[in-house]
């Protein structure tokens, strides 16, 4: 079965001011791009619009009142924080892109698509149950993650997050769930927004506790390092938590174009880390992935990121190849002597011998 591309032309009526990084043209260049390197409607990937998501559904993360909020604040083309302003379009690109993941899960239940890319904004993962910040108005990865776990029995979903900046919306709508296992790369709080969470000792509370998992990368890491980090992490605690499904909050802004951040990825990490991502699906819960596009603000290195993420998910086309620059020699020691303090306060719940 193919891959599902979901996007819909009403994502580009959300509009944050003249300037703004998080802006329509990210969704348009990607879009000419996949065109232009003929990778959609082949049969391997389908387009697919997506629907407006219901209330029920939005509310099983964001309270009514929160939700009347947007839709004024979008109606008023109001600013929410330092960073997050909406237009008058706002409310409906959001909705629908809170719908995307779920119509995504739907087709692939039937049996009608293998896994699927949410080619969305706005983006999620900074929104919390109750607050819009960091170009986010409501969480599109926990609204799927809680309509799965709603719907289809004991079942788990796993949320890896390979954004720049810390999910840390993501995080604290999940923080007590241990039907939810967050798990997110990034780069280290202390010289990035948001800046107060991210670290490998915040583990999750209560019924919780242990199902979230931070791995923090200091600037310049480069493409071996994270995907160590990754590959160190990802298989064994897929292979013990085994999730029904898995969720990745996709960010691109971790590549070394992107003028955001100070990671220093190529496209052909996001290549390797997307085999890494369906090889173990394809062990563990029949390849059942869903990504959501969340940050990635250098059009060029966006559009060859996705292009290459879907290359792997569809199992068409050549990727792009591409040299990360290289990387200071301090950072993969320092690494490896972060993981293993992190593999010692994860022992209690998950063994990660490796
Ligand atoms: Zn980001």
């Known amino acids: 079965m ?14 944050m001011g003249f300037s703004h990084p998080e802006r329509p043209e990210r969704l348009t260049a990607v879009m000419k791009f996949l065109e232009e390197k003929q990778i959609i409607d ?3 990937v389908v387009l697919h619009t997506p629907s407006e998501v219901k209330l029920v ?10 939700i009347d909020l947007i839709s004024s604040a979008s109606a008023r083309e109001a600013r929410i924080d330092a960073d997050t302003r909406t237009s008058k379009g706002s409310y409906r690109a959001a909705i629908f892109a809170a719908g995307a993941g779920i119509q995504a899960w739907n087709e ?5 698509l293998d896994n699927a890319f949410a080619l969305v904004r706005p983006p999620g993962h900074h929104a919390n149950s109750q607050t819009a ?12 993650a809680r309509y799965i776990t709603s719907t289809v029995p004991d079942s788990r979903v796993l949320i890896l997050d390979i954004d720049a900046h810390h999910g840390n919306g993501t995080q604290e709508i999940h923080y007590s769930e241990s039907d939810i296992l967050y798990l997110g790369l990034h780069q280290d709080g202390r010289t990035l927004y948001p800046g107060y969470s991210g670290y490998i000792d915040e583990l999750g509370e209560g019924n919780g506790k242990g199902y979230n998992i931070n791995l923090p990368l200091p600037p310049g890491t480069s493409d071996n390092s994270f995907l160590q980090g990754l590959s160190n992490l990802f298989p064994p605690i897929v292979d013990q938590f085994q999730p029904t499904a898995i969720l990745v909050s996709a960010g691109y802004d971790a590549h070394f174009r992107d003028y955001l951040t100070n990671l220093q990825f190529s496209a052909t990490a996001y290549l390797k880390a997307t085999q ?10 029949n390849g059942r992935v869903i990504m959501f596009l969340e ?11 996705i292009y290459n993420t879907l290359v792997t998910m569809s199992c068409q086309g050549v990727p792009i190849p591409e040299e990360a620059p290289a990387e200071d020699p301090r950072i993969s020691p320092y690494l490896q002597k972060l993981l293993s303090e992190l593999k010692t306060l994860l022992k209690p ?3 990660i011998s490796k």
């Open 2 to 15: 193919p891959t599902g591309l979901f996007y819909h032309p009403v994502f580009l009526q959300h509009e």
């Open 42 to 44: 082949t049969g391997h």
């Open 57 to 66: 559904d939005l509310e099983r993360v964001h309270p009514k009142d929160y």
């Open 108 to 112: 692939i239940r039937a049996g009608t």
């Open 133 to 144: 910040r960091g170009f986010c108005l409501f969480n599109n990865i926990s609204i799927l």
């Open 276 to 285: 890494l991502i369906m090889e173990t699906a394809e062990k563990y819960c």
């Open 295 to 305: 940050g990635g603000y250098d059009l060029q290195a966006l559009s060859e990121s």
């Open 349 to 351: 719940w998950w063994n």
